[in-house]
């Protein structure tokens, strides 16, 4: 980048009206995430797609809190048996008929989950109590995530909250 448009830069930053309020990050739940930069843009659009749906803070929180214990947010993750993507999507559970590619794509899966969340009566139920973001990451875990030896693994899910949330 050539100076002009460096010094075009900072000029226009430290002009900036002072009374103009710059916009809120419509990530809020992202934002509460202790994570690199690379996993936040991943978080953002995990946020953003199933804010669409309309689900609350909590439910987003326990789904980001359960991608991150399945990828790590590493949409090209692969697991043992086939699982891929983001929310270790299984070819013989919600992944059911999608393409190894589908399973990777952040947008798809994220589409896939929710609708399992919105067709799931115990995380809706939650939904509408308005549970904490621990219920929710246990629930989410518990109903949508299904992993082998559920209960156990809700609970750490539920401990990773402390590690990688901001309070």
Excluded at 23 to 28: A, I, R
Excluded at 35 to 59: M, N, P, T
Excluded at 61 to 86: H, P, Q, T
Aim: charged residues 30%; positive net charge; proline residues 4%.
């Amino acid at each position: 980048m050539n100076k002009a448009l460096i010094w075009a830069a900072c000029l226009a930053i430290f002009s900036w009206p002072s009374d103009v309020a710059i916009p809120p990050s419509p990530y809020t739940v992202a934002s509460t995430f202790n994570l690199d930069l690379e996993k936040i843009v991943v978080a953002r659009q995990v946020e953003k797609r199933l804010r669409e749906y309309g689900f609350s803070d909590e439910l987003i929180a326990g789904a980001l809190v359960n991608a991150y214990a399945e990828s790590r947010f590493d949409a090209n993750a692969v697991g043992k048996a086939g699982e891929r993507g983001i929310f270790q999507l299984n070819p013989k559970g919600l992944g059911r008929g999608m393409t190894a590619d589908e399973m990777q794509d952040i947008t798809l899966s994220v589409n896939r989950i929710a609708r399992a969340v919105l067709k799931n009566n115990r995380v809706m139920e939650l939904e509408r109590v308005g549970g904490t973001v621990a219920q929710h990451t246990s629930m989410f875990c518990q109903e949508i995530e299904r992993p082998r030896h559920k209960e156990r693994k809700a609970r750490e899910r539920v401990k990773l909250i402390e590690k990688i949330m901001i309070d």
